[in-house]
């Protein structure tokens, strides 16, 4: 007589076959849960995001910044990675972003001819590390650059690179996106009048007013020119006078 069966394994293969059921039953309640909300909700209440939209919300760039982007100050840097003072004064201005809650930093490229090609092709380094890694990654790029450049034109050290590098980044660097982002910054910086690195720009979200301050600006002159811009006083000119035939680094 033939041995008769365990009834476990057959157990087994029922439950299997009831398991795909689960999901459609899942994905049911959550069509249901989203048709109650849409015939509930006011006529004016937002539509919930998508998560591919706060994906891409938390990484849209440029211009990218540190900081709070939700705060009443956004402070621009105009900055060239071989221009020797834009590298003494990042880390105290990173510093002086990360203690002042209500400030976002964001930086505007202004390669200076002075220091081509090694400015602009540490620039496209850093907005390609930005545009597949966002904000923070465009920052570590900076950063790396600042402590690794002979500055002054000289570029970074023959044979070295960067540690971060992968596919999606190399296949950056041989478009035209970051050039076309560079050049854009450059362009706008001339035609606001702005020649020499570093410069900043702070603007008041709330007034909508700015003022440009050339040179690299101490922490406790920020803040006055925050004041003021918070006043009702009208902007005072940048404080300090340049002409416009000035290019080049602005030393402390």
Known sequence: MEPKRPSIPLQVEAFRRRRPRWPWALAAAVVALLLIWFVLRSPGDPLP???AMVST????GPPWQMGNPEGRFTLTLYADLECPFCRAYFPPLKRWVGENTDVALQWHHLP???HEPAASAEGRLAECAAETGGHAAFWNAVEWVYAHTRSDG??????LRYPDLTSALEQCLTSERPD????????EATKSGV???PSLRLHDRMTGKAILLQGPIEGDALLSAMDMLASDEPAAPPTTEMSTDVV?????
Do not use: F, K, N, Y
């Open 49 to 51: 995001p998508s998560p």
């Open 57 to 60: 919300a938390q990484v849209a």
């Open 112 to 114: 200076l001819a002075a």
């Open 154 to 159: 000289q570029g970074l050290p023959d044979g």
């Open 180 to 187: 076309a982002v560079i050049r854009a910054h450059a362009e």
């Open 195 to 197: 020649t020499a690195t």
């Open 248 to 252: 080049g680094d602005i030393p402390r």
